[in-house]
């Protein structure tokens, strides 16, 4: 599957889950209802996408660390 709809289906998939307890919640009148739950699940996904993203490159991690197997 092509990263970009990867992503896609992943943000989609976090909003209908989040929309299912957010309507069960506004169904019993709770605070912090659909609203509240679409806006955290969406902002969390896209959140811990763009760290997932932004720290690798071409499939490696830009910290590679230390190479102990150097033999210094």
Known sequence: ???DVELVVQVVLAAVLAEALG???????????LRT?????????NF?????????SMGQPLSRGVDDTAGC
């Not at 739950?37 to 996904?45: D, R």
């Not at 811990?48 to 690798?56: N, P, S, Y």
Request: no cysteine; proline share 6%; glycine share 12%.
């Open 23 to 33: 309507l069960e919640r506004q169904y019993r009148g709770q605070p912090a209802g």
């Open 48 to 56: 811990t996408q763009v760290g997932a993203l932004g720290f690798w």
């Open 1 to 3: 599957m092509p990263q």
């Open 37 to 45: 739950y679409m806006l955290v699940a969406i902002a969390s996904t």
